[in-house]
């Protein structure tokens, strides 16, 4: 199986954040992660990561008129620990440089069949509102296990978000995955007849129309063919061409997970890989990208596990959103984008 590495890592670390954290030798309880940011808390960018006082992961923008919203997973993984993502987090820009935290905005068991996990997510705007797709731990004794894509609705993209159907959009037994987590990291593109997608996936890449409701299914679940796909796929079109980013594994370049991206004039595809976007994560063998045009000009959001906060090094669970400008060429091909420091400073 081309992906029993990565998945027996995965699993690991679903183990851990069933289990909780190890206690350290002596007996002495581990250190926790910080709490979210304080709504109204302000930032002013500096440089790569964004946010130098939480752990942030699976970043995903929106653009609302003259605004820029960036919602994360909250890492909270404690020494001992991989995954502990315990809630979904806003923040918000006007001009790349001052950013606004707004607090959690919404928490996995606000959904009545969901135990745990808020792993990626993406925030769309349609009919006058705000959807949340993301992917969550069902909870066994309700019908289903593993990893679930659930949809939240608000009127603001700041909440409140409320489950919107009171079930799983797509359980693990709605597809034929190699494990119980190909059912995660969603994200969904409105085309320009108005007709909007789900796409989303962990080993296989699916897709899936959604019905006008934005909360069922309209028609079978397939699978579209990438290069080295992993996981963590992000849509978005610029002129006529239809981008899918996502990141991809291929241990022969590094065991590691970076982003890769293919071309299609169509939702349907066909699809034609194009190979790396960007590297692998400093200090994470994962990486998740998240895409958007604002002001004029293009932004790849990502995370790394380069952040220290309050003793904490960084690590898997203890990721850090970071920001890079996407240069794309005459024939609407990206050029690839190195990972820094600066990142898109310096800023007007």
Not at 27 to 56: E, S
């Given at each position: 199986?081309?992906?029993?590495?990565?998945?027996?890592?995965?699993?690991?670390a679903?183990?851990?954040?069933?289990?909780?954290?190890?206690?350290?030798?002596?007996?002495?309880?581990?250190?926790?992660?910080?709490?979210?940011?304080?709504?109204?808390?302000?930032?002013?960018?500096?440089?790569?990561?964004?946010?130098?006082?939480?752990?942030?992961?699976?970043?995903?923008p929106?653009?609302?008129?003259?605004?820029?919203?960036?919602?994360?997973?909250?890492?909270q993984?404690?020494?001992?620990?991989?995954?502990?993502?315990?809630?979904?987090?806003?923040?918000?820009?006007?001009?790349?440089?001052?950013?606004?935290?707004?607090?959690?905005?919404?928490?996995?068991?606000?959904?009545?069949?969901?135990?745990?996990?808020?792993?990626?997510?993406?925030?769309?705007?349609?009919?006058?509102?705000?959807?949340l797709?993301?992917?969550v731990?069902?909870?066994?004794?309700?019908?289903?296990?593993?990893?679930?894509?659930?949809?939240?609705?608000?009127?603001?993209?700041l909440?409140?978000?409320?489950?919107?159907?009171?079930?799983?959009?797509?359980?693990n037994?709605?597809?034929?995955?190699?494990h119980?987590?190909?059912?995660?990291?969603?994200?969904?593109?409105t085309d320009?007849?108005?007709?909007?997608?789900?796409?989303?996936?962990?080993?296989?890449?699916?897709?899936?129309?959604?019905?006008?409701d934005?909360?069922?299914?309209?028609?079978?679940?397939?699978?579209?063919?990438?290069?080295d796909?992993?996981?963590?796929?992000?849509?978005?079109?610029?002129?006529?061409?239809?981008?899918?980013?996502?990141?991809?594994?291929?241990?022969?370049?590094?065991?590691?997970?970076?982003?890769?991206?293919?071309?299609?004039?169509?939702?349907?595809?066909?699809?034609?890989?194009?190979?790396?976007?960007?590297?692998?994560a400093a200090?994470?063998?994962?990486?998740h990208p998240?895409?958007a045009?604002?002001?004029?000009?293009?932004?790849?959001f990502?995370?790394?596990?380069?952040?220290?906060?309050?003793?904490?090094?960084?690590?898997?669970?203890?990721?850090?959103?970071?920001?890079?400008?996407?240069?794309?060429?005459?024939?609407?091909?990206?050029?690839?984008?190195?990972?820094?420091?600066?990142?898109?400073?310096?800023?007007?």
């Amino acid at each position: 199986m081309r992906h029993k590495p990565v998945y027996l890592t995965m699993a690991l670390a679903l183990a851990a954040a069933t289990t909780g954290c190890a206690t350290q030798p002596g007996g002495k309880a581990p250190m926790a992660a910080p709490g979210a940011p304080a709504a109204g808390t302000t930032y002013t960018y500096t440089g790569n990561p964004l946010f130098r006082d939480v752990f942030t992961a699976d970043p995903a923008p929106l653009v609302v008129g003259d605004t820029l919203y960036l919602y994360a997973g909250h890492d909270q993984a404690g020494e001992g620990q991989m995954f502990n993502i315990t809630q979904w987090l806003a923040f918000s820009t006007k001009d790349m440089k001052t950013w606004t935290a707004h607090g959690p905005i919404m928490q996995p068991t606000d959904f009545s069949w969901v135990i745990s996990d808020a792993w990626a997510s993406q925030v769309i705007q349609k009919n006058g509102k705000f959807w949340l797709y993301t992917a969550v731990e069902h909870d066994p004794a309700q019908g289903s296990h593993g990893k679930a894509i659930g949809v939240a609705v608000a009127d603001s993209p700041l909440g409140p978000f409320r489950d919107a159907r009171g079930s799983a959009l797509v359980r693990n037994e709605d597809t034929d995955g190699p494990h119980t987590w190909d059912d995660i990291d969603p994200t969904v593109w409105t085309d320009d007849d108005g007709t909007s997608w789900l796409i989303w996936g962990n080993a296989n890449c699916y897709i899936a129309k959604l019905a006008p409701d934005m909360i069922s299914l309209d028609g079978p679940i397939r699978q579209i063919d990438l290069p080295d796909f992993e996981e963590g796929p992000w849509i978005f079109k610029r002129g006529d061409l239809y981008y899918l980013v996502y990141a991809s594994m291929d241990k022969s370049i590094s065991p590691d997970e970076r982003i890769s991206y293919a071309t299609a004039p169509s939702i349907n595809g066909p699809w034609t890989g194009r190979g790396e976007l960007m590297g692998s994560a400093a200090n994470s063998f994962t990486i998740h990208p998240g895409v958007a045009e604002f002001q004029g000009e293009w932004y790849m959001f990502y995370h790394v596990g380069t952040l220290d906060v309050g003793g904490l090094k960084g690590a898997l669970g203890r990721r850090a959103v970071a920001v890079e400008r996407m240069h794309f060429r005459p024939d609407g091909l990206i050029d690839h984008i190195e990972q820094t420091d600066a990142g898109i400073l310096p800023l007007p």
